[in-house]
């Protein structure tokens, strides 16, 4: 018999809910309902043209450096404005390590804590998890709490607080550290570098991106050093409790290009595009529409590019529309963004052949989200290289001009985009497309799920009181939702709403 459950998600920043219907041990449907209206978009109109960059950091207290890079891009995008190199470099470095301390975090604190469920008590990997990744006192938790909370010093130093720095500006950074502010910063991400070696690989960063093919990560796994890290169990563990069968979904990826820097060698850089229909094609942002049938906002129907849509709130009603988020698509199509993306779209020879053997499962996502400071730190040590102390960091964009312009980043969680209109020197209209937007959407106007709606279809739960399952796909995502969401009972519905995890 078939049945309806809506779950507080916790474990995520922000208010989500998740509704799955269950008809035989087996997710049917699914509903990502966004509670959260952000509102920062409508809070923009009218104010002056910098504004931007000390607003819209507040969107997050995780990425802020995210959105504030997104808001200088936009207004560079309308004043044409050089950007000096230092700044380029500074910037790539201090969205980097906003990565760096995200990724750690999330896989172990947030996603691995399932691992602890009872539903899994019986495995024999169990307890070994449980001493891992235990909330608050796991090995594993403790290792990363104390190594992550560093890399945050390296915005700081360089831009004056962590989180919600405003010292990215058109044309660079507000001022260039001293010698001694770098030596600090490079002392900071060596100690990272050792740590993530020894603790989440086993192993060298050079050993790890030799693995080519799956054989070559079975026979990285047979080493014990390799094995006991952190990746190495997190695969051990993932494959053990079958994550790499579930989370499988749109077959599109999307990712903006990143890290690419002249003079740099960019082995690491994120080209960019869209892959779909196992091909990639170059990335337009004219492409890029919002749609909102399905969400709590006025003119439902209407589609369009950023800067011809609106956020214009809606009162929640008994209609059709069951979220706050919008339903951004790419040329029509519902895309995946994030750390499996941007591998997928840069063509990635190993998770090529996972995803083609398994599908885009939450366990391969993890993966990709956990081995992306490999790819990351070696850049971060040549951008820091390459700083030229005795040249700007900065260079005067010239004039503000009324126009229209956008800022694309990779952010950690995928593609964020600001699109803005200044007119008469004030911002006439501003939309942000986050990540988690992309991934946490609802239906579009073609009825087509969105991309976590989509990955919950055929999800196996075998207790529909403790709908684990239904949580590992979700948090695969890394979803920007502010976190501590509680449970509330409902009684006389045919809907239940249940919570679990820690």
């Known amino acids: 018999m078939a049945e309806t459950i809506q779950i507080p998600l916790n474990r995520v920043e922000g208010d989500l809910e998740v509704k799955v219907t269950i008809d035989n041990g087996i997710v049917t449907d699914a509903w990502m309902i966004g509670t959260m209206y952000r509102g920062i978009e409508k809070m923009m109109a009218g104010r002056a043209a910098l504004d931007g960059l000390v607003i819209t950091p507040r969107v997050c207290g995780i990425c802020s450096t995210s959105h504030l890079l997104a808001a200088a891009r936009a207004l560079e995008n309308i004043f044409e404005s050089p950007v000096a190199y230092n700044g380029s470099l500074v910037r790539q470095l201090v969205l980097g390590a906003e990565k760096l301390q995200n990724d750690v975090r999330h896989v172990n604190l947030m996603f691995s804590a399932d691992f602890t469920n ?43 607080q962590w989180p919600h720095s405003s010292f990215i500006v058109p044309g ?51 080493e014990e ?113 994030g750390p499996l993306a941007e591998l997928l779209v840069n063509e990635n020879p190993l998770f090529k052949e996972l995803v083609k053997q398994n599908g885009n499962s939450a366990l391969v996502r993890e993966i990709a989200r956990l081995t992306r400071p490999a790819r990351l730190l070696p850049l971060m040590e040549a951008w820091f290289n390459d700083i030229d102390l005795n040249a700007p960091f900065y260079r005067n964009p010239g004039e503000f001009i009324d126009g229209e312009g956008f800022g694309l980043v990779q952010a950690p969680r995928g593609f964020l985009g600001h699109w803005l209109q200044i007119s008469d020197g004030r911002i006439e209209h501003y939309q942000i497309i986050s990540p988690t937007t992309w991934n946490a959407s609802p239906r579009d106007n073609n009825d087509i799920r969105g991309p976590i709606e989509e990955a919950l279809i055929g999800t196996p739960v075998q207790d529909s009181k403790n709908p684990v399952e239904v949580g590992h796909v979700v948090r695969s995502f890394d979803l920007c939702m502010v976190c501590s969401v509680h449970a509330v009972s409902k009684t006389g519905s045919t809907c239940s709403r249940v919570q679990f995890g820690a």
Request: with cysteine.
């Open 225 to 337: 050093s390799h094995a006991e890290s952190d990746l190495g169990f997190l695969i051990r563990c993932g494959r053990e409790f079958e994550l790499d069968t579930i989370g499988t979904g749109h077959e599109s990826y999307l990712a903006v290009p990143e890290h690419s820097l002249p003079g740099i060698v960019t082995g690491g850089a994120v080209s960019g595009g869209v892959l779909t229909d196992n091909k990639v094609h170059p990335f337009s942002q004219q492409d890029v529409s919002e749609q909102i049938r399905y969400s709590y906002y006025l003119d439902a129907g209407k589609s369009g590019h950023p800067m011809e849509t609106s956020t214009r709130p809606a009162v929640p009603d008994n209609s059709k529309k069951y979220s706050w988020c919008k339903a951004p698509r790419y040329d029509g199509q519902a895309v995946e963004t």
């Open 118 to 160: 009872k539903r899994y008590e019986k495995k024999s990997l169990y307890e070994e998890a449980v001493k891992r990744y235990q909330p608050y006192a796991g090995t594993s938790v403790i290792e990363v709490i104390q190594a992550s909370k560093k890399i945050p010093e390296i915005i700081a130093i360089l831009g004056g």
């Open 172 to 222: 660079g950074i507000t001022s260039g550290p001293s010698g001694a502010d770098l030596r600090q910063c490079k002392m900071i991400l060596s100690g990272f570098r050792r740590w993530y070696e020894k603790q989440i690989l086993g192993s060298s960063i050079k050993k790890w991106l030799q693995i080519q093919t799956p054989d070559q990560l079975d026979s990285w796994l047979e």
